[in-house]
C-alpha cells in the first residue's frame, strides 16, 4: 500500500514535469479524456480488443471523462481492480439493466416545482445549477443527464430557480448541485450565492461538489476568496476511497478549511470499490485527519446501469457496525439508503435496542456488552399545544412562523388528533367508504 503510494507520488512528479501546466485546473478540463485510445495513450495500458470495443460500447450510450490527474492515481500494474479505474472507467456491465432499474429512481423530475429545483424537505431544496462534472463517475444516480445537452441550466432557467427559493419562505436551505458547481467559472457562481444568500429566510448554503477529489487545482485561492465572502457555506465532497486522498486533495481541503468552510463528504458504498469495513475505517480516518467531517454512506441507488456497483444493505449494516465505537465518534457517517420513487434519505444501522420494559432499556454496545439503563421514577414530559406562552421551556416561536407537523412526528405529538395513517387503495377502508 505504502509502497504504491510512493510510486504514485513520483508518477505525479514526473507528470508535472512533463506537462508544466498540469496543475492549472483549465488545462486539466481542456485535456479531459473522452476516448478509448487517449485513455490507453496515457495510462500506458493495452486493453484487450474486446474490453475496448466493449467501453466503445457503452460510452455511446453513458459518455466517458476523465482528468488527467484523477487517471493519474490508477495503478496501472493491477488496473482492473484499482477503485479509481472502477469509478471512471466505463464497463459493458453498465448496459445491463435489471427490472428494478430506474431513470430517475430518486423521483427528483416528478419533485421539481420548476427546472433544476427538487423540493423534496419542508426546509429545503437541492438546486441543480450545472450539469458538468470534470469526471463522470460510473456510479452517477443522475446517469440520466450525463452529458445530456438538453439539460444544460442556462442564466434563465437558475434565475427562475432563485425565483422560487425567493417566493417559499419556508426554505432556509439552499444545496447547489448538478453537476458540479465548481466547473462553473467563479463570477457566474458568485452571481448565484449572491442571489441566494440575499434572500432572507435562505440561512444557509450548501455546495456538493468532487472537484476536490477529481480536480482539486480547481480549488484557487481565488476561488476560496470569492466562496469566503458567502458564510455561512458549507461544502460536501464526494470521496470513496483512501487512495482518492492524494497531496493535492489534502492542499484543496487544507485551503477550504482554512477559509473557515465547514467540509463534510458523502461517500457512496460501491461493490469492488470501498464495501470493505476496513477500507471505510480507513477513509473516514483519513477524511477527519484532514478536517472533513464524514456526513453519509450511501447506498447505491437503483439508476438504470448500477447494478453491478450495488451490494446488499446487509453490507452497509456491517460497515457501520465496524465504526461505532471502534473509532472517533466524529468520524462516523450516517449509513442512508435514498428511498426508490423520491421518499428521501432513510437512516439504516445496526440494533442497539435489545429490549425495553416499562421502566428499563436493555442496549448492547459495540463490544456486545448488554446493559441496563433503569428510565427516571418521576420524568413527566409538558404537553405541548404549542402554545410557548403557556410553557415552562423557553422557545418562544415566532407567531408568523406556524409549527407544521408531518409523518410519524405527527402521531407522536400531543396537539394533533392523527392516530394513524393508511395507504391509499387500502380495500377494508374503501368498503368503510362504500357501504
Ligand atoms: C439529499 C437531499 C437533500 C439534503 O438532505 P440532508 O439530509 O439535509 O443533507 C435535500 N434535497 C434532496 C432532494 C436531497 O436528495
Known amino acids: ?41 496515457l495510462l500506458e495500458i493495452e486493453l484487450d480488443i474486446r474490453d475496448k470495443r466493449n467501453i466503445e460500447r457503452t460510452i455511446e450510450k453513458f459518455p466517458m471523462a476523465i482528468t488527467p490527474y484523477y487517471l493519474s492515481l490508477i495503478d496501472i500494474d493491477n488496473y482492473k481492480n484499482d477503485p479509481v479505474f472502477r469509478q471512471a472507467i466505463p464497463s459493458e456491465k453498465e448496459l445491463i439493466i435489471s427490472t428494478y432499474d430506474m431513470v430517475d429512481p430518486l423521483g427528483e423530475d416528478e419533485d421539481s ?30 446517469k440520466r443527464k450525463v452529458g445530456d445537452k438538453d439539460h444544460i441550466p442556462n442564466k434563465e432557467i437558475i434565475e427562475k430557480g432563485i425565483e422560487y427559493i425567493r417566493k417559499n419562505a419556508q426554505i432556509r436551505d439552499v444545496l447547489l448541485s448538478g453537476g458540479d458547481p465548481f466547473l462553473l467559472p467563479d463570477e457566474y457562481l458568485d452571481w448565484i450565492l449572491t442571489e441566494v444568500s440575499a434572500i432572507p429566510h435562505v440561512e444557509v448554503i450548501r455546495i456538493g461538489s468532487r472537484v476536490p477529489v477529481v480536480l482539486p487545482y480547481r480549488i484557487t485561492d481565488e476561488l476560496v476568496n470569492m466562496l469566503k465572502k458567502h458564510q455561512p457555506l458549507w461544502i460536501n465532497t464526494h470521496f470513496n476511497h483512501p487512495k482518492e486522498i492524494t497531496d493535492s486533495s489534502r492542499e484543496a481541503l487544507r485551503k477550504l478549511a482554512d477559509a473557515g468552510i465547514p467540509l463534510g463528504n458523502q461517500s457512496v458504498l460501491l461493490a469492488g470499490v470501498n464495501d470493505c469495513p476496513h477500507i471505510m475505517k480507513k477513509l473516514v480516518q483519513e477524511l477527519v485527519k484532514n478536517r472533513v467531517r464524514p456526513y453519509y454512506i450511501y447506498q447505491c441507488d437503483m439508476s438504470e446501469g448500477l447494478s453491478h456497483f450495488r451490494t446488499s444493505v446487509g453490507k452497509g449494516i456491517e460497515i457501520m457496525e465496524s465504526l461505532r465505537g471502534h473509532t472517533s465518534g466524529f468520524a462516523i457517517p450516517t449509513f442512508v439508503v435514498d428511498a426508490p420513487g423520491g421518499g428521501g434519505k432513510i437512516p439504516v444501522m445496526p440494533n442497539y435496542l435489545v429490549s425495553w420494559s416499562n421502566d428499563k432499556v436493555i442496549l448492547r454496545n459495540y463490544e456486545g456488552v448488554i446493559t441496563t439503563y433503569k428510565e427516571p421514577d418521576n420524568y413527566k414530559t409538558t404537553s405541548c399545544d404549542l402554545n410557548c406562552d403557556k410553557c415552562d421551556l423557553t422557545l418562544k416561536i415566532d407567531n408568523d412562523k406556524k409549527i407544521k407537523v408531518l409523518g410519524v412526528e405527527k402521531l407522536l405529538s400531543d396537539y394533533d388528533e392523527t392516530i394513524s395513517f393508511v395507504p391509499n387503495n387500502n380495500e377494508r377502508i374503501e368498503r368503510r367508504i362504500n357501504e
Open 113 to 142: 416545482p420548476v427546472e433544476g429545483i427538487t423540493h423534496r424537505y419542508p426546509d429545503r431544496v437541492l438546486f441543480h445549477i450545472s450539469n458538468v462534472c470534470a469526471m463522470y463517475c460510473r456510479h452517477c444516480t443522475r
Open 1 to 41: 500500500m505504502i509502497r504504491e503510494r510512493k510510486l504514485r507520488e513520483i508518477n505525479i512528479n514526473d507528470l508535472e514535469h512533463k506537462y508544466s501546466n498540469w496543475k492549472d485546473w483549465k488545462w486539466q478540463v481542456r485535456h479531459t479524456v473522452r476516448d478509448i485510445d487517449t485513455l490507453e495513450k
